[in-house]
Structures are given as C-alpha cells and as structure tokens.
C-alpha cells in the first residue's frame, strides 16, 4: 500500500512539473507573437489560440481545456465545457508560475496552472481532476472495499471515488453530509499524515461509498506529493480485514505447516528412538553372541589344548619306553664295537669301520638321551646347578633336528663355565617352542635364518633396554637371545603372543600354548622372557636367567676324590 501511495504521489509530482513546464513554453510562444508588429490584435489572438491548442492538444491528454489569453481576469477564451469559479488555495510553483485549484459549475475540481506575462495577460491551463483520477488511480484494486483518495493540506478532498465527496472537507463537509458521526479518529490519523511525509496508520471510519456508511476498522498508507511551496497528500485505503484475515489466514497455515512439522519430527523422533533401542538391543545380542562364540572357541581350544597335552604325555610315556628299547639295542652294538676297537690294529681298515660304528652309536646314544630327558615325569619340581653352556649346546643339537631345509640354524655361544638353578627339561622345552615359533614365521622363504646367542650381561643394562626395574638379590644374569628374519608381528600381535591360547595360526596348526607356557617356566625360573618384533623384518626373543654362584659347583678336586671312594651299584632292569 505505501508504495503504491507513494507512486502515484510521484505521479503527480511530476504531472505538476509537467504543466508548468507546458505553460512556461505556451507563454513564450504567446509573448513571440505579441512582439512580432505584423500582426492585428485579432490575427494575434486567433493565432495564440491555434498555436495553444495545437501544442497542448498533442503534449498532454489529461488537458481537459486551455485558458489562453486574459485581460484582468477576465476570461477571453475558454472551452465550452468547463466553467470555475472561486479560489480554494493558491499554489506558487515557482518565481511565475502558480497552481490554483478551482471548482466548476458541474462540482469537480479543476487544476489551474498559470502564468502572467509582459502585458499583464494570463496564460492557463486547466485540468480535469476527476478525468485524471478515472484515468490514472480509480483502476487501481486495494482488497475488496479499498480505494486511493488525494485531499490538502487542509483537508479539501480533490479526488475520491464518491462523487458526492469531491470538493468537500473531509471533517466538516461530511458532518454536513452524514449528520452525527464520529470522527475523532478520522482527524487524529488526518494530523498524523500532514505531520509526516510518508507512512501507514490505522483508523475507525465508515465506507462513505456505502449507503448503509458502516463503521470499521481501516489502514491508510499516505505519501506527500510536493507542488510547489505546497503539498497534497496521496492516501491509500484498506479494510482491515483485508490485511488481518490474509495474515490469521498465513499464521493459520504456518501454524499447521509448523504442527505438521513437529508432528513428522516427533514421528521420525520417535523412529529413531525405536531404531536405536532396536539397534542397541541388536547389538546388545550380537556382543552376547560374540561373548559366546568367543567362550566356546576358548572352550574348543582349551579341549584341544588339553587332548593335545593328553596326546603329549601319552607320547612322552611311549618315548620313554621306546628310548629304553634304543638304549637296549645300542648296549650290544656299542659294547662289541667298543671290543673291536679294543682287539684291532689302530693303523687298519677294520678298525676305521668299528670306529664309525661306535661314534654312530654314541651320536644314537647322545639324542635318545636328549629325548628321555623330554619324556621324564615330574621333571619340573627338580631344580638344580645347570651349566648353561653345556644346556645350549644340547638344545641346539635337539633344535637343529627339527630344522627345516631353507632354515639356517646360527649358534653363537659364548657361556663358558656360568650357570643357573633350574630345570634343564623345561629349558630345552622353551627354547625348542621358541625355535620352532621361528620356523613357522619363516615358512617356505628362502634363505632363513635364525640366530641363537648366548652371553651374561649386567642387571643395570636389562632395566636400561627394557625399562624394568630389578630386585638387587640378582647382580647378573645369563642371555639366551633367538632372533629370526620371518614375517614378523604388529604392535597388536605382539602385545597378546603370552596371552595363553592366543595363536596366528589356522585352526587345528596351533594351540597358542606354547609362548604362554614357556613364559611361564621362565618366571618360574625368577629369568624374564621378552620379545621384540617389526613386520617385515622378523622377530627377537630374549631370554634372561639369574647367574647362580659358583659354590653351588661341585669342584673338580672333590669330584675326583668321590671317584676314587668305594661304592656300590645296583643295576635295575625291566628282565
């Protein structure tokens, strides 16, 4: 609304500009004429009216007739049409030109624009109002009673869609009209808009179209249209309803819109609630089935553990019987071996023979013995003296027979005379679980290779390396390092290898046992077991037993001297 009043104040603003512009021109033609001498006063006179309505005719249509020449004001020429009379105000354009604006005898309002000249003649032009309303404003639809008025300063209506309106003051002239109504409201919002240029206010007044004249609500957007020192307001007007049943009507859909959205949010809420408590229900019961399948797989290889164990011990008492057997076969081949090397020539042929048949029968002697220390029961509560070197030495003949053929086995012993308390079974039986760990991270790669070490080291440098700490009972300890280049193991892997029953093997290749029990036998040994390990580039074991004193040896002049004491053996046999 307050655009389109202030449009069409605009619109008249320039209309204004416009005729002034067009008497100021039809002046100087006039004034031309008058000063040429060639002319009659008659011929001057037919020729200023030709040359006004020729001009005027073509530059504005909204011209409904054209004063053209005056003397004393008193009209010379006029149309047939229009007749005015009085002089409501008198408008100055600018230094000489002036906007009146006049009533005719058929009660519309007509804008005069004049100018004087040097004779002290008036050039005019006159403006049908009504016929620019009808033309320019009255098309215009505002809601369903809406309609666009212009008044003065002072309250005089020029143009409205009621006839009987027009020329009237708009507080005084329609309490002529309409008697006793209330217009109090109607001048507060008329104060308002003289006071302001622009702008839209709200007002009780009544539908002056309408016979009945209800009252109402309404809402006016005004606009000044400055002519002159003067102004005229432009007013548009609405019903109330017009706007107000449009905006409940919107907030009625946005509130519907905004229930239908809450409603779908609280649907799809309660969706994702559901689908969460479902889901979280889901995966309640898939961590139970893992939980589960992972007790049973424990289960499963705990029972494989312990039928493999039942198959090891079964196999270490049929070792034990067929190692006796061995040691049955190899007495007579040993001893009669043993009688030839005795009764032949050491310088002949015959005597190289019985050589080889003996050292072959030592070498025979030297594993199955290796093997019965496997097979013995209740090995493990028996800790004595073990000299390491002699320990390693034996274990390494025992590792180099399950070596495979792409593996080289590097011994590196550097132990002389040290030792440790422990059980020498058990030691052999890690080292031969780490060894063979080693071959399987090898596999099928050529050119393996796995690297045993022995030497002592000082307790400060297995804290440093190891970031441990160490009680003072042990100064220094014994170092049996295993290293290989097979596949290696990831930081993951390497954190669980002891975990008992953990194994990177296929199912049925492994019991992931055997790390966690030689773990086992070396803190029971009071050693440590570490491992280090990077993919690629294979993996390193270290193992660290206390050193024991030396006056747990038995010394070699008291070992003599037991020799050369009597004593007596009692032979058990199986016959």
Known sequence: MLIVADSLADNLEEMALQYALDVSRASSLIQKLDHSGTLSEAQQLEEQINICKTYMASENSYTESIGIYLEDESVIWESETLEYSGIFDQCIMNNDIVMTEKQGTDGFIYFCFEKEIDTGKYVRIVVDVKDYYEKMIANIQLGTNGYVVVKNESCFLFMHPADEQIGKNAIYGREQLYGDVDLESLENMFREQNENDSGVTEYYSYWWTDKNLPRVKKVSAYSHADIGNQFLVVSAVMDYTDINDPIMSGFRVIALTIGGIVLVIVVLAGAFVYSSVQSRKSKNEITYLKNLNKVLEQTKRGEEALAHQQRLQIMGTMTGGIAHEFNNMLTPIMGYSEMLLDQLPEDSEEYDYAHEIFDASEKAKDIIHQISSMSRKNMETIYSYIPIRKTLTRAAKMIDS?????????????????????????????????????????????????????????????????????????????????????????????????????????????????LSVAEKIIHSHKGFLFAKSKVGEGSTFFIYLPLSEKSAVISEEESEERKGRDCSILVVDDN
């Open 402 to 514: 399950v070596c495979p053929a792409n593996v080289k086995l590097t011994v590196q012993n550097k132990f002389t005379n040290e030792g440790f308390l422990g059980n020498e079974t058990q030691i052999n039986q890690v080292l031969l679980n780490i060894c063979v760990n080693a071959f399987h991270a090898i596999g099928q790669k050529e050119d393996g290779q796995v690297v045993i070490t022995g030497n002592d080291v000082d307790k400060a440098l297995i804290e440093e390396v190891h970031e441990i700490s160490i009680d003072d009972i042990w100064k220094r300890f014994l170092r049996i390092t295993i290293e290989d280049n097979g596949c290696g193991m990831d930081t993951k892997v390497l954190e669980q290898i002891f975990n008992p029953f953990f194994t990177t093997k296929a199912m049925g290749v492994g019991t992931g046992l055997g």
